[in-house]
């Protein structure tokens, strides 16, 4: 894989790669509904770049939150001390979020399928999992009603699923206008970004590989993917992070692990 | 009316085996003290009930205090997962749990129909999700009005709602600022309810956004970094330390066992566990 070298400081990382490229996603003035984890490293780069209007939501109530760090956690601190308010949950949820308030629900997952949908919940039976993930959270929520919602996750066979052993988010659902028959306000996934590259759905909802980030190759994407994976035919390669922008997330990021 | 006890006394007099207890604090505001003296007082077979169960619920769970848990996401912030949790749903350890699952948005509208004297609350989420299938607490709806299918959860009830808070005025009016939760929802959701606070002040501080007036709280502690390893807004920090040497410290059963007995059983109360922790950095 190649490292892209920039003036004064190392080669940008896999994860860092991840970021910028998440963060570019974002327009500003944009209204996020962000998810903890790289979905918040990505928004607060994109606030400390190009799109320094952007709104973050956190699901502690924080709206406008304005962080000089990404947190450790959604309620952390300095969120609500730099917010320009600050609600209870249950305001959240339903006067901002259900209500139509939000652009972008910016998530992290464990699994995706090849329609978007996310596993949060467990990895094996329900009853009797392999492995206990965290939950549902704000997730299935934020991905029904946000106006549209963004999706981060490295992408391996274990991670991109044939069939996920639970569905706790819905993205399009089964395909065609499955998501739409299902009452959704939101218009589900755009676009996942992941370690190889960048996947957008097609007219059906299926993701399909529209970008590589720089080095990776389409065996590799295809071998990290438990479905036949589409790749679009102007198959594009994603700008190297700048230096500007490594700069800006490597001072976001300096002492948080 | 509220009366101030010690937290021994409040949970004594309010927490009992087999109760359905919630215990609130949206990452800010954890009532730690109150959970710790839970687990000193050897309650079990209690169904706990929480948005975020984080490292407080992994304590009373890896502790053998819960039958039930009630919950929207388990894991411990920024850091990773529960071991205990993980482990009492993965292996029956060291009883088996059972779980009733939402989302964030599901449990914020049972505590807001809880706190509203409503059967049930209403809003659009779960459709799609396999989760209806695996909680029976989650039914479609349809509006009256408009025809709309809805999504119908029950109020959440619970026996007791403890929180904690950072102000406390002479005559028991609570005061809290900065992130909210579902504290105010929890304490009105439930039948009896304690607040631990960090002081006592003879006129609540300007910058509290939400009042529990003394006569909706049955007994109030003052307990001093009560909420520590989170936080209290203007009060300190979040000990982010904390919550990234308890991956190591809960992964283990018996480092957790050990853990729970010099920090809970072993000492007298929470400002013992927080002398430890002060004197010492977690075994890594």
Redesign the interface.
């Known amino acids: 894989m190649t490292m892209q070298l920039v003036e004064e400081g190392p080669a940008a990382t896999t994860d860092e790669i991840m970021t910028v490229v998440a963060a570019r996603e974002l327009r500003d003035g944009v209204v996020c509904f962000v998810g ?2 790289m979905p918040s490293t990505a928004a607060n780069l994109a606030r400390h770049t190009h799109a320094p209007a952007a709104v973050l939501i956190y ?4 709206i406008g939150a304005k962080p000089t760090r990404p ?7 300095e ?3 730099t917010a320009d308010a ?5 305001e959240i ?2 006067y901002w ?2 209500a139509g308030r939000v652009d972008v629900g910016f998530l992290g997952a464990a699994q995706v399928d090849r329609f978007g949908n996310i596993n949060t ?1 467990v990895v094996g039976d ?1 009853a ?5 993930l ?8 934020i991905a ?2 946000a106006g549209q919602t963004f999706i981060m996750l490295r992408q391996s066979p274990r991670t991109f699923v044939e069939r996920l052993d ?5 993205g399009h ?1 089964e395909g065609q206008d499955s ?1 739409s028959r ?4 939101g218009a589900g996934p755009q676009v996942v970004i992941t370690d190889i590259g960048v996947l957008r759905p097609d007219g059906s909802g299926e993701l399909v590989l529209t970008a590589l980030h720089p080095g990776r190759t389409v065996q590799e994407a295809v071998a990290a993917t438990g479905w036949p994976l589409v790749v679009h035919q102007a198959l594009q390669v994603t700008a190297s992070p700048t230096a500007e922008e490594l700069r800006v997330l490597r001072a976001l990021t300096a002492g948080v ?1 | 009316m509220a009366t101030f006890q010690s937290l021994a006394d409040a949970v004594a007099s309010n927490v009992f085996d087999g109760d359905v207890v919630a215990m609130e604090g949206f990452t800010h505001l954890i009532p730690y003290a109150a959970g710790h003296e839970v687990i000193r007082q050897r309650r079990s077979d209690l169904t706990l009930v929480r948005m975020t169960p984080d490292v407080l619920y992994d304590q009373m769970i890896g502790a053998g205090c819960a039958r039930k848990l009630v919950f929207s996401w388990g894991g411990n912030p920024g850091v990773g997962s529960l071991h205990r949790f993980r482990e009492a749903v993965e292996q029956g350890w060291p009883r088996p749990l059972q779980i009733e699952e939402h989302s964030h948005a599901g449990m914020a509208a049972r505590y807001v129909a809880g706190a509203s004297g409503l059967p049930f609350g209403v809003l659009r989420g779960y459709v799609g999700t396999d989760l209806p299938e695996h909680t029976a607490t989650i039914a479609s709806i349809t509006c009256p009005f408009t025809g709309e299918q809805l999504t119908a959860v029950p109020a959440l009830a619970p026996d007791v709602g403890i929180i904690h808070a950072q102000q406390v005025d002479r005559c028991g009016n609570v005061g809290i600022w900065g992130i909210q939760g579902v504290q105010k929802e929890a304490v009105l959701a439930a039948k009896r309810s304690i607040v631990t606070v960090e002081e006592v002040v003879d006129e609540l501080d300007p910058r509290v956004r939400v009042v529990l007036p003394a006569w909706v709280v049955s007994s109030i502690a003052i307990v001093p970094r009560g909420a520590h390893p989170s936080y209290a807004h203007g009060y300190y920090e979040r000990d982010n330390d904390f919550y990234q040497a308890w991956e190591a410290v809960s992964r283990d059963r018996a480092a957790f066992a050990s853990w729970v007995d010099e920090h809970i059983h072993d000492t007298g109360g929470f400002a013992e566990h927080l002398a430890l922790v002060d004197r010492q950095v977690l075994p890594a």
């Open positions: 903890i984890g699901e502690s109530g924080t947190p450790l956690s959604i309620g952390d601190g969120l609500a001390q600050v609600v209870s949950v249950p949820f339903s979020l259900q919940t329900y009797h999992p392999k492995v206990r965290p939950g549902a959270g704000g997730a299935p929520e029904a009603s639970f569905r706790t988010s819905v659902a998501r299902l009452g959704m306000t692990s």
